[in-house]
């Protein structure tokens, strides 16, 4: 037993994330597989940085969802890494694939270039002179090493799918590498220029990663288009299910299933229901009540809310407001009735 143990840490020492030892973090991530799980194991370090990068395509996904029936929030409760068990093939398994794969790209890069990880810097290639139409400059600074963080995502994430291919792997694959290659888009060249009174004679340009948003709003759009595939006849591929249809391309995002309506709860379909959400009673979108609440109507619940008022600018240099009380009214979605029924009996 214990001497047992001791040649394990020996072995595993310097894989020490604070006080607990990566095994012990790697083993109590629930939903990896074997080789996930051997891969953090390995790299610790880059398994912080997955995690806090979930925490961040969570929120997007949370952010572009956050008027629709289905508000991406089934992943708060489902505590596997990637939180994404609980979605059938349908367009919203997409875009979750899609966008956690980014999300993992986005968050390795970063680390990279913050030095945060040990087998990853600023991009080794972007180095010397360059020219990029307005020409010469210097790569300097640190260039983001976004294909790192693609490839090691790709390893990491793609695991997961069964070699023994099937229609769900192909499409969770064909998603992931879209999230992926999102991010790599919205890279920037930034410049710095040097020179007599910024005259710009000597410029030092870098690659540089946008704010995520801009991954998350191409990504919804990519949900808004996403394409209804089925498996091909020998199960290599697939192809589009509408042949009135264009063909999807590489970069669409693609799905084999209807989504559910998202009403009502169905745990097994991804979905929690609208009961008790928050809706808007003078929107005609898929915000407002009618269309929120599935004709099942609202509650109104009338709450004071502090609000800032009577501003006035007071000299110099500050802007003093009082605390006004105001009444709100919040409508909320009703329960399914049926529901309500049966959890009385
Ligand atoms: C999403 O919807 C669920 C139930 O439908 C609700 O409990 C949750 O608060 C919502 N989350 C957000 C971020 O609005
Ligand atoms: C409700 O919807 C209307 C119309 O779309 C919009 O102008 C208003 O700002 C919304 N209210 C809230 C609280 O979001």
Redesign the pocket.
Known sequence: GKKKRKKEKKKTGVMYIGALGARVICDNIPGLVNKQRQLCQRHPDIMQAIGEGTKEWIRECQHQFRHHRWNCSTLDRDHTVFGRVLLRSSREAAFVYAISSAGVVYALTRACSQGELKLCNCDPLRRGRANDGKGDFDWGGCSDNVNYGIKFAKTFIDAKERPIRDGRALMNLHNNRCGRTAVKRFMNMECKCHGVSGSCTLRTCWMALSDFRKTGDYLRRKYNGAVEVIMNQDGTGFTVANKAFRKATKNDLVYFENSPDYCLQDKAAGSLGTAGRVC??????T??CEVMCCGRGYDTTRVMQITKCECKFKWCCAVECKDCEEAVDIHTCKAPKRAEWLDKT
Request: charged content about 40%; hydrophobic content about 0%.
């Open positions: 808007n009673k003078t929107s005609r979108g915000d407002g």
